[in-house]
Structures are given as C-alpha cells and as structure tokens.
C-alpha cells in the first residue's frame, strides 16, 4: 500500500507502510460510469499498484512456530496497520462527501 496511506499520528510512533499479503477492495473498472470522478479523486483512493481502490479487508498471513509460544504481535500489529489504511482511505471518500454535501447546501 502507498504510504499515504498510512495514519500519521504521533511523530514518536511509527506506524509501517504495510504490506499486506492479501489485500481485498475494489478494481478501478469496477465502476466505469464513475470514471471520471475516481480519476478526480486522485492517488488518496489507490490501494496498490495493481488498480486496486477503496480497499476494505487486509489479511496476513503468519504461522506461530514450532515452538508454539503464541506471540503472533507481529501479525496483529501488520493487520492494524493495514486495517487503518483501508479506514483512511474510506475516511477521505467521507470528507469529500461532506464538502460536497456544503457545497450543495451553502
């Protein structure tokens, strides 16, 4: 995923450009007769750079270990990141309604 993606919060803590392993959304054609306003949207609504838009699911994919010690932090803190992502993503289609929205309105 691009790392405008990526929430940016506190400076002291860094959240990875994630990578998921899986990653679920919708493809850019999926929606031709909205052609032109996903392209006026620009990069903020790309996932990947396989077409991928609007994502919604992350998943990855970790085994525990032979030693069966149940620490799977790594995988879970990738699946958050990623997962707040696809959340950004989401949250700035939001935005864009809502100016939309007071433009209509004002």
Partial sequence: MPKHTVPQGDPKLKVSTPVPDMLYGYNRSAFPKQHVQLIANGVGVVANNQDLI?????????????????????????????????????????????????????
């Fill in 54 to 106: 609007y994502p919604f699911f992350a998943i990855e994919f970790k085994a525990d270990g032979p030693s069966g010690g149940g620490t799977m932090w790594v995988a879970t803190s990738q699946c958050l990141g990623g997962s707040a992502s696809c959340v950004k993503i989401a949250e700035r289609l939001n935005d864009q309604l809502r100016r939309c929205d007071n433009a209509k309105s004002g």
